[in-house]
């Protein structure tokens, strides 16, 4: 555990000495707080009531882009200057690297939403809350987000190069984020049924909507782990050659 916090701290602060978490967090809080309060049709004061739905709605597409641009380099970067090898030179195994860079990832967008807290104290001033439905949307977001962090070490660990890292992801994820819902809604029966337990909005609806069931977590579990060990046996194969 030692050696997975030791790469943590090592990747947030790169992300603070590049500027990177300056301007991500910047493009986030800029984003959601516009389309939350200010964007007329559909913000807050145009739904008129206290409740945080707008804000999980556009943050959760706003974090389908944010993530992918978070990750992207965190092992292309290293793969591309060489530094990847020099940590195989140090007493730490795959896995442990992938961890360690998936919790300074998931560290980073859970820094983002701690910043929008203030939105949920101005809008419980304004009216009666539900305080469940917020705390589960809240948590339905980190959710969403280890999943993508984890899809995005993935696609970074494939390439030595970031934007074909982003890319990749974002091909991964538009699949969980869009378009199984899509297939969800034409096809018949059964695959239906599938296609809608696959589409990672679903569940995300559910959770906003103050529910989070044991299927949900199951599922988000299943993907994030999933593809953390994918994203370990691509760092492995490195050394087969």
Known sequence: MHAVWTICKREINAFFDSLTAYVLLVIFLGLSGTFTW???????????????????QVSFWTLFFFIPAVTMGMVAEERRSGTLELLATKPLDDLQIVAGKWLAAWGLVAIALAFTLPYYVTVAQLGPIDHGATLSGYIGLLLVSAVYVSIGIFASSLTSNQIVAFLLSLFIAVFLHLLFGQMASILPGRVANIAEFLDLQHHFQTMARGVIDAASVLYIATITIGAGLAATVTLKSRRWH
Do not use: N, R
């Open 38 to 56: 200010l964007f007329g049709q559909g913000d807050i004061f145009f739904v008129g009531e206290a409740s945080l739905s707008t804000f999980f």
